[in-house]
């Protein structure tokens, strides 16, 4: 199971982010552990100048707009 943080305030690119990966990890039927991270404290501690961003077991995979399909998929594919 992969733990994926979306970082963002709750935004239209934050909220459409959070559920383009809910679909993707759905449509690939990989699992996963789904937050959304909305403090501003919490959300600067991952470095990022631009929301919504994406976080991966750790590591900050995305910041700024909202990623592509394509780009998703690649993430869980990796993920698997």
């Known amino acids: 199971m992969k733990n994926i943080k979306i970082l ?3 935004c239209r690119n934050c909220q459409t982010t959070l559920s383009l990966v809910e679909e993707v990890a759905r449509a690939q039927g990989v699992e996963i552990a789904l937050e959304k991270v909305d ?3 919490d959300i600067m501690s991952y470095r ?3 929301t919504p961003g994406v976080v ?5 995979v995305h910041s700024g707009g909202v990623p592509d399909r ?4 690649e993430w869980l594919t990796a993920a698997q």
Do not use: M
């Not at 394509?70 to 998929?73: M, T």
């Open 39 to 41: 403090q501003i404290q």
């Open 70 to 73: 394509k780009q998703v998929e």
């Open 56 to 60: 991966i077991d750790g590591e900050v």
């Open 8 to 10: 963002g305030t709750g």
């Open 48 to 50: 990022i100048l631009a």
